[in-house]
């Protein structure tokens, strides 16, 4: 009998890293992950370690492709592929775990409140990381749309508790059915956009001596002859030197500028500070028709050891490096905004990793649409760029605004305002596609009242540890 059970779990540890494996995108699929990790729950004196070492197994399959940054410079970061590929998911791994603290198999209810207590802490502990959650599983269902009345906490709720087969979450899938036959018909703003996908290695990115190439070619790229086109968009670095030093480029970037319109794109950025040098930033630039730079944005939330080692530990550590190019960490922005230019609808500009935070998105002054300027080229061939994409179309539902997504290499794309990706250039394909802007949806009650999804959820905290603390004196 032993033997047997054991073999049985051993089986199971390995579905587990299939399930994960087979999450190229945020799908219902996940829901097989949770109903194993309740058969185990169900008759392990041991539940904590049980759904650590689940929670690993599925973590490492879903977040593997985040060991594929260390390999573009292999020789510096070699030693950094196991933290990503193991520390990292063992880490995400914990919250599931300390969950298994609230597991009662005759009431399943506080296990769901925890799991989804712990999702919230994972989103803004060590400054967060709300990848892989369980409301992200009902991406490609009708069920998602739910995510603009109150976001994706209460998706996870309804996802772990239907695993547990709890009859009010049967009762509630059942009820959003009508939403699959409410029909939506987009409505577009008049101007078209031009959205620029160079492809560009992370190798090649920060080749000096194929600056000048990729100058041309991303130049090359954003010349239209569309009279519609009013923005000329490129990703996040799009240009990696600063336009103060090379006058002439900035020339030729004028020559590619729909006369009245823009060149909005994503470069590096001295803040000049008097007596201290200067802050080097990751920003977003809008030029106008003379190249001028009438308004810009800069990356509010960027990513620690990726753009910044934090906590002073290089006083510890001297010789630990940010894995992007350079050794002076980026410094962050003064957080979201809305940019509102003269003809021309306005947006939210958000920065490749600030898009999977929903509160990065501005809410108190709401724009016509989301623009996300990435760079996932420090993953390309993985399954990463899906998922960020993926987290982009639920941004677009909290919101109920269209998304205007454009990557160096990844997958550009327009969303509209319920998720759907109407047109893209797919991951790896260098191009440019020109296109009309979704227009909102009327605001969502999550984007209104997204303030309170934290109060609610300490709520919810105490709600657990009360809860916890009478149990154990029982």
Known sequence: ??????????????????????????????????????????????????????????????????????????????????????????????????????????????????????????????????????????????????????G????????????????????????TLPLIFLGYENTFFDTKVRLVQPHVTQKDKWDYSKQDQRFFDLISLSTTTDPKVKAIILPETAFTFFFE?????????????????????????????????????????????????????????????????????????????????????????????????????????VLCYESIFPSEIATNNRADFILIATNDAWFDGSIGPQQHLDLARIRAIEQGLGVVRVANTGISAIIDPKGKVLESIPLGQKGAIDTFIPKPLEQTLYSQYIYLENYFMYAVWIFLIFMHLRRRHK
Request: proline letters at 6%; charged letters at 15%; aromatic letters at 18%.
């Open 1 to 150: 009998m032993r033997q047997e059970t054991f073999l049985k779990s051993k089986f199971s540890f390995l579905l587990e890293i299939a399930i994960g494996l087979l999450q190229s995108f945020f799908s219902f699929l996940g829901i097989l992950w949770l109903i194993l990790l309740f058969e185990r729950l169900k008759n392990s004196p041991s539940k904590f370690k049980i759904t650590w070492a689940s929670a690993l197994c599925y973590y490492i399959a879903t977040l593997h492709w985040i060991s594929f940054a260390l390999w573009v410079e292999i020789d510096k970061f070699w030693w950094a592929i196991p933290l990503a590929l193991v520390i990292l998911p063992a880490y995400t791994a914990l919250f599931p775990a300390l969950a298994s603290l609230w597991f009662d198999r005759k009431s399943p209810y506080l296990f769901c409140l925890s799991f989804v207590a712990l999702e919230w802490t994972r989103g803004w502990i060590f400054t967060g990381f709300p990848w892989g959650f369980m409301g992200h599983l009902w991406l490609d269902t009708h069920v998602i749309q739910l995510a603009a009345w109150g």
């Open 152 to 175: 994706v906490f209460p998706l996870s709720f309804l996802m772990i508790a239907l695993a547990a087969r709890l009859k009010s979450a049967i009762i509630i899938c059942i009820l």
């Open 245 to 349: 030093d090379f006058p002439e480029r900035v020339h030729l970037i004028q020559s590619a500028i729909p006369k009245g319109g823009y060149f909005i794109a994503g470069s590096v950025r001295k803040d000049l500070k008097p007596f201290y040098g200067f802050n080097l930033r990751s920003s977003l630039l809008a030029l106008d028709d003379q190249a001028e730079t009438v308004d810009f944005y800069d990356k509010t939330h960027l990513v620690p050891f990726g753009e910044y080692v934090p906590l002073n530990i290089r006083h510890f550590l001297p010789y630990l490096a940010k894995i992007t190019h350079g050794t002076r960490d980026y410094t962050p922005g003064i957080g979201p905004r809305k940019i509102a230019l003269k003809n021309f609808p306005s947006f939210n500009p």
